[in-house]
């Protein structure tokens, strides 16, 4: 069965500040991986998916990549600003799981002005 | 503009009620999901569905049932069999239903038993 983790689940960081979201999944068989942003109360934002095949996929201030083989994911945020400030979630599609999606318990990042 | 959109945002329960929360789509996107959030808790599958007229449980989908009667709708009933229906929930939608697709979330409705 597939279990994804998020470290840290908290993480406030200055303004300008760039920073790493971590996501790690225990079965390396999988079709892609998925970061999302979630703002209190409200629904789930796609930022960025990288397929199985790939090894980073890059938007704007946003770089995640992908390594497969140990299992981990990270989500690089350059130069931070409050709005930033979310949680942000990791999911992956496992072969295991056909077209579900599993998803990590979030990492709540605060970016102080 | 395209997107998915829930019915109501809030929504309020008596114990034994039945309720009914909405989800549309108009992206044309074949397959649908419901998840449930609570907090301190990752999302958790309760049904999905990729054609219309047929759907599969999920993880927790006890006390709830669906229905997909249109490809651009795909209501979630929470009954009086869910012992603990107080949470966020959410749905989604994918363009195929094949494995390499985006999933792409609306905006949830908060449900709270009374």
């Known amino acids: 069965k597939q279990e994804v983790t998020q470290i840290p689940a908290a993480l406030s960081v200055p303004e300008g500040e760039n920073l790493v979201l971590n996501c790690s999944f225990t079965d390396s068989a999988i079709y892609n991986l998925q970061w999302f942003r979630q703002d209190p109360g409200k629904g789930l934002t796609s930022l960025l998916l990288?397929?199985?095949?790939?090894r980073e996929q890059t938007s704007g201030r946003l770089n995640a990549s992908l390594d497969k083989s140990s299992g981990r994911s990270t989500l690089y945020i350059a130069a931070s600003q409050p709005g930033d400030s979310a949680t942000y979630l990791c999911?992956?599609?496992?072969?295991?799981?056909?077209?579900?999606?599993?998803f990590g318990e979030g990492t709540q990042l605060t970016v102080n002005p | 503009d395209g997107g998915i959109t829930q019915s109501p945002k809030y929504l309020f329960r008596k114990e034994g009620q039945n309720v009914t929360l909405s989800c549309e789509q108009n992206l044309n996107h074949d397959a649908m999901y419901w998840y449930r959030q609570d907090p301190g808790q990752g999302l958790r599958l309760i049904y999905y569905s990729q054609i219309v007229n047929d759907f599969q449980k999920g993880d927790i989908a006890e006390g709830y049932s669906v229905s997909r009667e249109k490809k651009e709708s795909f209501p979630l009933t929470v009954t009086s069999a869910q012992k603990n229906p107080t949470a966020f929930y959410l749905c989604?939608?994918?363009?195929?239903?094949?494995?390499?697709?985006?999933?792409?979330f609306g905006p949830g409705t908060r449900l709270t038993v009374l």
């Open positions: 989604a939608s994918t363009p195929g239903t094949d494995y390499y697709n985006e999933q792409f």
């Open positions: 990288i397929q199985s095949s790939q």
């Open positions: 999911a992956v599609r496992s072969r295991t799981s056909g077209s579900r999606l599993t």
